[in-house]
């Protein structure tokens, strides 16, 4: 993979799963929904998996640089 594609889909990823995540945490932390019409714990589990996943695909990208 070349490294410009490579940091910058990184970035993408980092970025997106960091924010996620943390907005499903203040969510959550305030008992407000994370998604509405949702079972309020599946939500914030579906939400927190794909965070770090996003964590996760974001650092396979800056490992392979």
Avoid: D, K, Y
Wanted: hydrophobic share 60%; net charge positive; glycine share 10%.
């Amino acid at each position: 993979m070349e490294s410009g594609p490579a940091i910058f889909a990184g970035l993408v990823f980092a970025l997106f799963g960091g924010a996620l995540l943390l907005w499903t945490a203040v969510r959550a932390r305030h008992r407000e929904p994370v998604a509405q019409g949702v079972n309020p714990v599946a939500s914030a589990t579906l939400a927190s998996v794909v965070a770090v996943i996003a964590l996760l695909l974001g650092t396979w990208c800056f490992l392979h640089v």
